[in-house]
């Protein structure tokens, strides 16, 4: 299944959420937790920044009141595919409707000092690339996008930043972390592969540690 | 060369090393919840595939349960239509597949990290995960335990392994007798404060000293518990004769497994020399009651200093620190004795153990809740924490003094069931995470001990426990 369907080259408008530590529960609101779906997250992204009143799961965008000082409510950063913020972006609760709803929102890339883990694996499942660079490089850009509507380009083949046309920073994203991406990949087909060392590890330690088993 | 208890753990689930860094490790125990596991049985459905091995997943609902539910109290009893389609896809998704569930009428039903351990499906060595970032709970008896995300939940499902890569080790020694009113809340969150939120991240934490090998397994599931909110997915502690002897009376093994289990749990401990990458040491005679300020968990202060002005923190901190004084209401030069509170939580995955509920009801028998307070709610971790500590007279003790006694759930931890904060209340919380909006819109947590949220309760305010 292709979810990601993503070019070798992403460019687009960046929003630049100038916060450490954003949580899983600041990026979508436990509310919205209460949808059985995959998809449709979009309207909830940063549900309590985005929004004056309180939302409810069902209810749209157009129905909301909105702040108007939100980034993510301003021109273009409305259409915004990549953002940039600073540090543990997304640690916290290990909900993936976090990433569901950047995604669904239509950001592509996340620049950030560093993440919480377990958002940061989460992203990879679905089409999302999370961009470590140092804290200074991240302060660097801060600089150089304030102020400006700025487009960034982010190069999946090269591992490059730049922005108008010049080179910026060299990232690091392990090659079959970034094809997951580029293919949208499936782990559970990938690791059906190895059906039969699974089986036979699992046989070895049911001999071994039969009380594992215990209430099989 | 000598191993560290990960990377034992680790050694012993791993199948095979696949491209670049990752491995396949083999799970040996996987804990659903209504919320984050629908998704995972859809997906599996659409694959066409049947779960690897059925008896090795438990589950139970307990993040959107409401926690006034008397008896005979359905699935279809609740309310929130969108809630109740949560619990019974659950119910629906473990009759289909044959799944181990204790539903909501279920006298073992409870918050899913409260009943791991307590019905002995928690042991030590294994590897246990969950669609839930607190599963570092489990940690407590020596296990590889992690919090995943809704994709891994649908792959261990079907897989029963993990595609991970080997996280980095930090030991954290805790050394020192404690004084008098500080608990493992408070030291956990000392913790927090130290390393900050991102701490650990990328690292397996092994707590150890002498005040670990000193406490409960109640107390260290609340350390463990809370790894997370120092960056850390997992937390570990080496099983010992305080651990086996909570597994002997809580598991269902039979003596010969138990006996060989045991040759084997022995061996499950840091050899002397293992390296770690980072190591902190911290004399926990030196910490006083633990309180957050503000709206991250490493926004802790002694409970009687006061919180950092504006212009004493660093430049990078300044911003974030406005932002939480601001949304939490705090002006310059207050501290967090000054303070009125509205509501008092005592209860979650950290706190909900019966030590918390006793520590609590100590604290408030013969007292009477406040009247600053509007509501003092106390909500047990599941259903036989409620039934020993009823048996013990504790329900009574809380009733007696205005606290509200109520059904196992996640409740207050989450605004996802009934109950919530509104705008601007401000609660004294045993929870551990006092994120903007967590306890509901524009809800204002303070995360403290059970002993500390008790005595908030009977003051209206932060006091001296001691
Ligand atoms: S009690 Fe709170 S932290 Fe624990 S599992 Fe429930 S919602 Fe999560």
């Known amino acids: 299944m292709k979810l990601a369907g993503n070019e070798l080259n992403l460019s687009g408008v960046v929003a630049c959420i100038d916060r450490d530590n954003i949580d899983t529960d600041q990026i979508i609101p436990t509310e919205y937790l209460k949808s059985i779906k995959k998809y449709g997250f979009e309207d909830y992204l940063f549900d309590g920044w985005r929004y004056l009143d309180e939302g409810k799961l069902g209810i749209t965008k157009d129905q909301r009141e909105i702040n108007p000082n939100f980034i993510l409510n301003q021109e273009p950063f409305n259409k915004a595919s990549i953002l940039l913020t600073r540090d543990n972006f997304g640690c916290g609760s290990s909900r993936e409707h976090a990433v569901w709803a950047l995604r669904d929102f239509g950001i592509k890339v996340v620049i950030a000092s560093s993440f919480g883990d377990i958002f940061y694996n989460n992203c990879f499942k679905n089409g999302v690339l999370p961009i470590r660079l140092e804290k200074n490089q991240i302060e660097e850009l801060f600089k150089t996008l304030s102020g400006e509507v700025s487009e960034l380009s982010v190069d999946l083949d090269s591992k490059k930043i730049s922005h108008k046309k010049h080179e910026l920073y060299d990232f690091k994203v392990e090659d079959n972390l970034l094809e997951r991406i580029i293919f949208g990949l499936d782990d559970v087909d990938m690791t059906l592969k190895y059906k039969d060392k699974i089986i036979a590890f699992e046989q070895a330690r049911r001999k071994e540690k039969p009380w594992i088993f215990a209430n099989d | 060369m000598p191993k560290t208890l990960y990377d034992k753990l680790w050694e012993e689930h791993h199948i095979t090393t696949l491209e670049s860094s990752e491995s396949l490790i083999y799970i040996d125990r996987q804990y659903l919840h209504e919320v984050t596991s629908p998704q995972a049985f859809e997906g599996l459905t659409k694959k066409g595939l049947l779960p690897w091995r059925i008896n090795a997943n438990i589950a139970t609902p307990d993040h959107n349960v409401p926690t006034e539910r008397g008896k005979s109290f359905g699935a279809e009893n609740i309310k929130d239509e969108i809630s109740k389609i949560q619990v019974v896809e659950l119910d629906k998704n473990c009759n289909k597949f044959g799944i181990k569930q204790f539903d909501i009428t279920s006298i073992n039903q409870g918050i899913v990290h409260v009943i791991g351990p307590e019905l002995g499906y928690t042991l030590p060595g294994m590897t246990i995960v969950c669609g839930d970032s607190h599963t570092s709970?489990?940690?407590?008896?020596?296990?590889?335990?992690?919090?995943?995300?809704?994709?891994?939940?649908?792959?261990?499902?079907?897989?029963?392994?993990?595609?991970?890569?080997?996280?980095?080790?930090?030991?954290?020694?805790?050394?020192?007798?404690?004084?008098?009113?500080?608990?493992?809340?408070?030291?956990?969150?000392?913790?927090?404060?130290?390393?900050?939120?991102?701490?650990?991240?990328?690292?397996?934490?092994?707590?150890?000293?002498?005040?670990?090998?000193?406490?409960?397994?109640?107390?260290?599931?609340?350390?463990?518990?809370?790894?997370?909110?120092?960056?850390?997915?997992?937390?570990?502690?080496?099983?010992?004769?305080?651990?086996?002897?909570?597994?002997?009376?809580?598991?269902?093994?039979?003596?010969?497994?138990?006996?060989?289990?045991?040759?084997?749990?022995?061996?499950?401990?840091?050899?002397?020399?293992?390296?770690?990458?980072?190591?902190?040491?911290?004399?926990?005679?030196?910490?006083?009651?633990?309180?957050?300020?503000?709206?991250?968990?490493?926004?802790?202060?002694?409970?009687?200093?006061?919180?950092?002005?504006?212009?004493?923190?660093?430049?990078?901190?300044?911003?974030?620190?406005?932002?939480?004084?601001?949304?939490?209401?705090?002006?310059?030069?207050?501290?967090?004795?000054?303070?009125?509170?509205?509501?008092?939580?005592?209860?979650?995955?950290?706190?909900?153990?019966?030590?918390?509920?006793?520590?609590?009801?100590?604290?408030?028998?013969?007292?009477?809740?406040?009247?600053?307070?509007?509501?003092?709610?106390?909500?047990?971790?599941?259903?036989?924490?409620?039934?020993?500590?009823?048996?013990?007279?504790?329900?009574?003790?809380?009733?007696?003094?205005?606290?509200?006694?109520?059904?196992?759930?996640?409740?207050?931890?989450?605004?996802?069931?009934?109950?919530?904060?509104?705008?601007?209340?401000?609660?004294?919380?045993?929870?551990?995470?006092?994120?903007?909006?967590?306890?509901?819109?524009?809800?204002?947590?303070?995360?403290?001990?059970?002993?500390?949220?008790?005595?908030?309760?009977?003051?209206?305010?932060?006091?001296?426990?001691?």
């Open chain 2, 137 to 466: 709970t489990h940690g407590a008896f020596g296990c590889l335990a992690m919090g995943i995300g809704t994709s891994e939940v649908e792959h261990v499902l079907a897989t029963q392994t993990l595609k991970v890569s080997k996280l980095k080790n930090m030991r954290v020694k805790f050394d020192g007798i404690p004084k008098e009113g500080v608990t493992s809340k408070d030291i956990v969150l000392y913790l927090i404060r130290t390393i900050g939120t991102a701490g650990g991240n990328g690292h397996a934490i092994e707590f150890a000293g002498s005040y670990i090998e000193s406490i409960s397994m109640e107390a260290r599931m609340t350390i463990c518990n809370m790894s997370i909110e120092a960056g850390a997915k997992v937390g570990l502690i080496a099983p010992d004769s305080i651990t086996f002897n909570y597994v002997k009376k809580h598991s269902q093994l039979s003596d010969e497994d138990f006996d060989n289990a045991m040759t084997h749990w022995k061996s499950l401990v840091s050899d002397e020399g293992a390296l770690f990458d980072k190591e902190i040491n911290i004399d926990v005679s030196k910490i006083k009651p633990q309180v957050t300020w503000g709206t991250s968990p490493e926004m802790v202060v002694d409970f009687d200093q006061d919180i950092p002005n504006l212009d004493s923190v660093i430049n990078e901190n300044k911003r974030n620190f406005e932002l939480a004084k601001k949304y939490m209401g705090i002006e310059e030069n207050q501290k967090v004795t000054d303070l009125k509170f509205d509501k008092v939580f005592i209860g979650s995955c950290t706190n909900s153990r019966i030590e918390d509920l006793r520590e609590a009801a100590k604290a408030v028998e013969g007292k009477k809740v406040s009247k600053d307070i509007i509501e003092a709610i106390v909500v047990p971790g599941s259903g036989l924490v409620k039934e020993q500590a009823e048996s013990e007279g504790l329900n009574i003790i809380f009733e007696n003094a205005g606290f509200i006694w109520r059904d196992p759930g996640c409740s207050m931890c989450l605004g996802m069931n009934p109950d919530q904060l509104k705008p601007y209340e401000r609660c004294a919380s045993t929870s551990n995470r006092n994120f903007e909006g967590r306890q509901g819109n524009l809800g204002r947590t303070h995360l403290m001990s059970p002993l500390m949220a008790a005595l908030t309760a009977v003051n209206g305010k932060i006091v001296d426990p001691s």
